[in-house]
């Protein structure tokens, strides 16, 4: 495996008070998958909710820090007509959803889940 389904560190501090992993609802959804973000204390969340109902297949987590995010490249994750604001944040750690060259960027930004999808 390249990278399991789940993933320890997302927040910042210590690698074990923050984990994401990836389940599947029981009922019928137009978003049958949760990623769902568990933290030693709630405001390592940074506002965000603790899940992240989604459509597409879940892949391999990882967690990374990238640099100079267009968050306008970005949907908000509970309505994704609407893009991210137009700025550029310099630095930010987000968790990596990817497999076979699809990647999905999972970033909170002042209290609301942003997702890039990139091939």
Known sequence: ???PPYVYGFASGDAENSAALWCRKLEKSDEPYLLLLK????ELL????????????PKGLSVQTMTSLNLSEF????DPKHHGPRIVVP????????????EEV????????LIRTRE
């Not at 506002?47 to 459509?55: H, K, S």
């Not at 949907?75 to 509970?78: D, L």
């Not at 630095?91 to 699809?102: F, H, P, Q, R, W």
């Open 1 to 3: 495996m390249i990278n």
């Open 39 to 42: 933290v030693a204390r709630e």
């Open 46 to 57: 940074g506002g965000c909710p603790p899940r992240i109902e989604y459509w597409n297949y």
């Open 75 to 78: 949907r908000v994750a509970v």
């Open 91 to 102: 630095t930010a750690k987000v968790i990596v959803s990817e497999y076979d060259g699809l």
């Open 106 to 113: 999972f970033l909170c930004y002042r209290g609301a889940w």
